[in-house]
């Protein structure tokens, strides 16, 4: 049982690394884990220096692919809100000119796309 296999994992843990775990405990992800967190805690000054800084570059890597992937959305929404605009703005003027040239107000609405009130503005 789960117990179990922790019973065994704590008496037994400074007999054990990650690489002669028991199979019956490495299937336990969270076991695995507590394993890993046990050997940072027997590093030595150096290796555990290494180790953070090798854990910061990693943490820094994923923090800065993070903004990265979040510049990239907002640069995508920029360029779809600027569509729109130009999209609506160029309706605006086929409106105008149809408008001028008196088209019945249902076929500048199929035309364009716009609606009535926004053409009445025109």
Known sequence: STLER??????????????????ELANDENIKSAMEQLEVMYFNDVEKEHYESQEKKYLDKLSYEKQ???????????LEKAEQKAEIKKSMQIAKEMKLANEPIDKIIR?????????DKL
């Open 68 to 78: 990265d992937k979040l510049r990239q959305e907002q640069v995508q929404q920029n």
């Open 111 to 119: 035309f364009t796309g716009l609606t009535k009130d926004q053409i």
């Open 6 to 23: 922790w019973i065994t994992f704590i008496n037994k843990a400074h007999e054990y690394t990650k690489d002669n775990l028991p199979k």
